[in-house]
């Protein structure tokens, strides 16, 4: 008999979800995580008095995460306290102008008009149109499988009013926002969010227009910061005897004719097991894991074709003061045609930006017992690369940081500089250190159409009998709530076949 039912390999949120309802469904279960705290992107660790978040600073579009307590007999608000954050964002403008949009879609619309009435009108309709199709989203295409069309026909069964949206995959994030919006400043609004995706305004698709609008449904943050969603995932787990070993690097899957058997750690110990749930990159999995010999030349192929996603760099500061801002997420934020040129001359050219794009994220605006009394945290996350042309990370992190204070002090945060008591630092190089993202890749693979939906790598192996996926290496892709549906679509496919 194996050692266990299921060994999920990493305790991301995606790995969690997954390993959790398997336990509940009365699997033994074990997850296995090369870090020693859980969570992965979504988690949180302590320095002097410090509490920051490792990557993820907020969730919106709950419903998934909802769902997947519910599958576990309990509520997501019962096991996590959600703070809704409301102003919504505050945008910083090149001349220091600021637009702040509450979470009302009628009083940002009322913000919007005053710049231009017509664009306050066209918001009106802009959201109309994307609650729609969140709704649709929420209910089909985000928590079922998509790997084959069969599946994609299944879900326009289930929600055939996502015919309505099927030009968004024609069309441009651009295309959308510039066709609902006129005024320079209202686009710089709507813009940036793109790159949460991971690519500039021309390159993605119309589809994700919808961020702009869907964080208007409510963004939270849970007390004690983001790593109580893992947390709550591993305790609800546990109760149904679920096991969590940290500091356990998992190297290899154990593969006999085509089926997964278990896995291998770093020490050599073997572990058995006849399911094998991966939360870690898609690529490592299969190349790495897996081994190429255990795969069928297309899928070695198909594999090997994946790009990686977007990567940043993430600063993380304590200050002694309360710094001048008026929301937990503000956007230092460009022009459209700023965010491409972006892209074309700093991103593909491996040259870091003169100016800081990026978010800037400030949870004791929430939850002041993050930090020590008087004292709040920031976490910077400027616009960044991995490849960076003639230098490397580890060369260009001091100056980057120092420059990064500096350049919002002048601006987007005055005083900063004069404030910060602490500094911490992840580079897209220290992010594929301490998680194993390769690249520093926050998403895995690239989410851009070709990589997204039946084209990313399939929650249930084609190629390999006993092995599913789970996070953001499979559909519906990045973000923790999309990460948690994932963790549901893998634990029902299971539950299907196995
Ligand atoms: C800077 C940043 C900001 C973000 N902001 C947001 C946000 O505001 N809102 C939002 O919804 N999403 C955000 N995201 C995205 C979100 O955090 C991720 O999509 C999500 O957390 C990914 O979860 P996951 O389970 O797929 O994988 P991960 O979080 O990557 O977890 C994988 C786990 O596997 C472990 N692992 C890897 N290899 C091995 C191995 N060989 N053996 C054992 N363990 C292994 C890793 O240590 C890690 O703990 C952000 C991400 C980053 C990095």
């Given at each position: 008999?194996?050692?266990?039912?299921?060994i999920?390999?990493?305790?991301?949120?995606?790995g969690?979800?997954?390993?959790?309802?398997?336990?509940r469904?009365?699997?033994?279960?074990?997850?296995?995580?090369q870090?020693?705290?859980?969570g992965?992107?979504?988690s949180?660790?302590?320095?002097?008095g410090?509490?920051f978040d490792?990557g993820a600073?907020?969730?919106?579009?709950?419903?998934?995460i909802?769902?997947?307590?519910?599958?576990?007999?309990?509520?997501f608000?019962?096991?996590?306290?959600?703070?809704?954050?409301?102003?919504?964002?505050?945008?910083?403008?090149?001349?220091?102008?600021?637009?702040t949009?509450?979470?009302?879609?009628?009083?940002t619309?009322?913000?919007?008009?005053?710049?231009?009435?017509?664009?306050?009108?066209?918001?009106?309709?802009?959201?109309?149109?994307?609650?729609?199709?969140?709704?649709i989203?929420?209910?089909?295409?985000?928590?079922n499988?998509?790997?084959s069309?069969?599946?994609?026909?299944?879900?326009?069964v289930?929600?055939?009013?996502?015919l309505k949206?099927?030009?968004?995959?024609?069309?441009?994030?651009q295309?959308?926002v510039t066709?609902?919006?006129k005024?320079?400043?209202?686009?710089?609004t709507?813009?940036?969010?793109?790159?949460?995706?991971?690519?500039?305004?021309?390159l993605?698709?119309?589809l994700?227009?919808?961020?702009?609008?869907?964080?208007?449904?409510?963004?939270?943050y849970?007390r004690?910061g983001m790593?109580?969603?893992p947390?709550?995932f591993?305790?609800?787990g546990?109760k149904?005897?679920?096991?969590v070993?940290?500091?356990?690097?998992?190297?290899?899957?154990?593969?006999e004719?085509?089926?997964?058997r278990?896995?291998?750690l770093?020490?050599?110990?073997?572990?058995?097991?006849?399911?094998?749930i991966?939360?870690?990159?898609?690529?490592?999995?299969y190349l790495?894991?897996v081994g190429?010999e255990?795969?069928?030349?297309?899928?070695?192929?198909?594999?090997?074709?994946?790009?990686?996603?977007k990567?940043?760099?993430?600063l993380?500061?304590?200050?002694?003061?309360?710094?001048p801002l008026?929301?937990h997420?503000?956007?230092?934020?460009y022009?459209?045609?700023?965010?491409n040129?972006?892209?074309?001359?700093?991103?593909?050219?491996?040259?870091?930006?003169e100016?800081t794009?990026?978010?800037?994220c400030?949870p004791?605006?929430?939850?002041?017992?993050?930090?020590?009394?008087?004292h709040?945290i920031l976490?910077?996350?400027?616009?960044?690369?991995?490849h960076?042309?003639?230098?490397?990370w580890?060369r260009e992190k001091?100056?980057?940081?120092e420059?990064?204070?500096?350049?919002?002090?002048?601006?987007a945060?005055?005083g900063l500089?004069?404030?910060v008591?602490?500094v911490?630092?992840?580079?897209p190089l220290?992010?594929?250190?301490?998680?194993l993202?390769?690249?520093?890749a926050?998403y895995?693979?690239?989410?851009?159409?070709a990589?997204?939906?039946?084209f990313?790598p399939?929650?249930?192996?084609?190629s390999i009998k006993?092995?599913?996926?789970?996070?953001?290496?499979t559909?519906?892709g990045?973000g923790?709530?999309?990460v948690?549906a994932?963790g549901l679509?893998?634990?029902?496919?299971?539950?299907?076949y196995e």
């Open positions: 008999m194996a050692d266990y039912d299921v999920v390999i990493g305790a991301g949120v995606g969690l979800t997954a390993g959790s309802i398997c336990a469904r009365g699997r033994r279960v074990l997850v296995l995580e870090s020693d705290i859980i992965g992107c979504c949180t660790y302590e320095r002097d410090y509490h490792v600073s907020i969730v919106e579009e709950i419903q998934p909802e769902m997947a307590f519910e599958t576990l007999g309990t509520t608000q019962q096991e996590v306290d959600l703070i809704p954050c409301d102003p919504m964002m505050e945008f910083v403008l090149p001349g220091g102008e600021r637009i949009y509450p979470v009302s879609v009628e009083g619309g009322e913000v919007i008009s005053r710049y231009s009435p017509e664009d306050g009108r066209n918001w009106l309709k802009f959201a109309e149109y994307f609650k729609g199709l969140t709704e989203a929420m209910k089909g295409f985000f928590v499988p998509a790997s069309l069969t599946d994609m026909a299944r879900i326009m289930k929600t055939p009013g996502l949206y099927a030009s968004l995959f024609t069309k441009s994030y295309d959308i066709k609902y919006f005024s320079e400043e209202i686009q710089s709507m813009s940036y969010q793109s790159l949460y995706v991971g690519l500039p305004p021309e993605t698709a119309g994700y227009a919808t961020i702009p609008y869907s964080e208007h449904e409510g963004i939270w849970p004690g790593i109580q969603i947390a709550a591993k305790r609800v546990e149904y005897g679920m096991e070993r940290t500091d356990t690097l998992v190297k290899k899957v154990t593969v004719g085509r089926r997964a278990g896995v291998v770093d020490d050599g110990t073997e572990i058995t097991s006849d399911l094998v991966s939360d870690i990159n898609a690529k490592t999995l790495d894991m190429e255990h795969l069928p030349w297309l899928a070695r192929y198909g594999i090997k074709s994946y790009g990686y996603s990567s940043v760099t993430m993380y500061l304590g200050v002694d003061y309360e710094p008026a929301a997420h503000g956007v230092v934020a022009p459209l045609r700023h965010i040129d972006f892209w074309r001359n700093n991103v593909e050219k491996g040259v870091l930006p100016q794009i990026g978010l800037i400030w004791t605006h929430e939850d002041p017992s993050l930090a020590p009394e008087g709040h976490s910077i996350i400027p616009e960044c690369f991995y960076l042309k003639g230098t490397d580890d001091k100056p980057f940081i420059k990064t204070i500096e350049d919002l002090s002048r601006n945060v005055p500089a004069d404030h008591k602490f911490d630092c992840a580079t220290d992010f594929e250190r301490r998680l993202l390769p690249e520093g926050i895995d693979l690239q989410q851009d159409l990589s997204t939906i039946m990313r399939s929650a249930r192996s084609r006993g092995l599913y996926l789970a996070g953001n290496s559909h519906p990045g923790v709530p999309l948690v994932s679509i893998c634990a029902d496919l299971i539950e299907k």
